[in-house]
């Protein structure tokens, strides 16, 4: 079996890496060709469980996607620079919120053993973890939430199966001969676009349109001033009404991230964006000032109509596979979209619809 794989993001890497588990001798050739994307650009929060999102399949996909992750950090034994159990505080600046977030968390966690456990956690003790913080809010920890570096995930899979296949550094266009869709003018038995936003202008090369759009994210990473310090082990936290504060290995923390509908691919980083972003940093660091942003990064994920992922084969063309759409917790639906679709190479007929919408609902 010779398969093409198109994208060397989140989903074509655990693709790829879970194909040469279960099928060493396979010959894979991935491709990978464009600046700006979205795993490239991504430092992310696993924790999908506290969400307020109503789509049932959405959330299946998410709290399976946390609980995957974790496991194959485990079992390649990931650094915590890649992949590490932090835990999630959220902050409510009232007891009923808090209430209520106890009240989700209780019922979340029985189908949601990665959750682990869950608590009230004090103003005091979230000062202790982060010296710096102006809020008198109190939170919510959930103990099973994690953090992830997209790049150097993708980085290690690749990494670990350097030997075993072929990455081809250079843009993928597909074209027609017969009933016969190439890549690059090359066969293959399977293709899988693993593209994220760049899937409509991909399969538009063979006349087919997805219902694809751009989302431009930017996040920033600011070092901490005088005697702020944080942990390595601290856990992220996603204060009520501003940014997320991701930690990072190197004593800094990470801020973001933007949701633009309206950019398409640019990739500029914007002063008042990344002014936004500070500002949101400086009402719960003082002292933070725009000498301190050490790093900015920039991508584009792909979102559809209704923001849900969606994978599986093309209709009408058993040789081809597709998943984009993976949004804003593409770090978290990422890997278990890439461990489905190569279970759907071991057995195409198997039942997605707990997880996702029929594609037709996303390809025209
Ligand atoms: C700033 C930011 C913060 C984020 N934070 C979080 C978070 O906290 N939690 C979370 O769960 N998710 C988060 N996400 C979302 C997550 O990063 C994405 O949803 C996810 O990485 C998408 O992965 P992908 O593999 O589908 O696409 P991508 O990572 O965009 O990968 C697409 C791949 O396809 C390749 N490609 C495309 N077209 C072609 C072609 N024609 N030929 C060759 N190669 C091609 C590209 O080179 C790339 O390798 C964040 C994203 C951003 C930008």
Not at 288 to 314: C, H, I, Q, W
Request: glycine content about 8%; cysteine-free; hydrophobic content about 40%.
């Amino acid at each position: 079996m010779k398969i093409a794989v198109i994208g060397n993001g989140i989903v074509g890497a655990t693709f790829v890496n879970e194909i040469l588990e279960r099928f060493p001798a396979y010959q894979i050739v991935q491709f990978d060709g464009i600046k700006g994307t979205a795993t490239t650009a991504s430092a992310g929060i696993i924790a999908p469980w506290l969400s307020k999102r109503r789509n049932k399949k959405w959330y299946n996909l998410a709290r399976q996607g946390a609980e995957y992750m974790y496991q194959i950090a485990e079992k390649y034994r990931m650094p915590p620079a890649v992949y590490f159990k932090s835990g999630v505080i959220y902050t409510r600046d009232n007891n009923e919120k808090i209430s209520a977030l106890l009240t989700l968390a209780k019922d979340r966690i029985k189908d949601a053993p990665q959750m682990e456990g869950f608590r009230r956690i004090d103003n005091a003790e979230i000062k202790q973890l982060f010296n710096f913080i102006q809020t008198e809010n109190n939170g919510v920890l959930v103990e099973g939430g994690a953090r992830i570096d997209g790049q150097k995930f993708v980085e290690f899979l690749n990494q670990r199966n350097q030997t075993k296949f072929e990455l081809r550094n250079e843009r993928a266009v597909l074209s027609k001969n017969g009933t016969d869709t190439l890549v690059n003018g090359e066969k293959f038995d399977l293709i899988v676009l693993a593209v994220g936003a760049w899937l409509k202008d991909t399969l538009s090369d063979i006349g087919i349109e997805a219902l694809t759009r751009p989302q431009k994210g930017q996040l920033i990473e600011v070092e901490l001033p005088g005697q702020a310090q944080v942990n390595a082990s601290a856990p992220v936290l996603m204060p009520e009404g501003e940014r997320d504060f991701i930690p990072t290995n190197q004593g800094t923390l990470l801020i973001g991230a933007t949701h633009e509908n309206d950019q398409g691919f640019d990739l500029t980083v914007s002063d008042q964006i990344i002014d936004d972003l500070l500002a949101s940093g400086q009402r719960v660091i003082p002292n933070l000032d725009k000498s301190m942003v050490k790093n900015t990064r920039v991508g584009t994920r792909a979102y559809t109509e209704d923001f849900a992922p969606f994978f599986g084969y093309l209709p009408n063309h058993p040789q081809i596979m597709v998943a984009s759409g993976l949004g804003s917790s593409g770090l978290t639906t990422g890997p278990i979209i890439g461990k489905l679709l190569a279970d759907l190479v071991e057995n195409p007929e198997l039942d997605m619809t707990d997880l996702t919408k029929p594609l037709t609902t996303y390809i025209k």
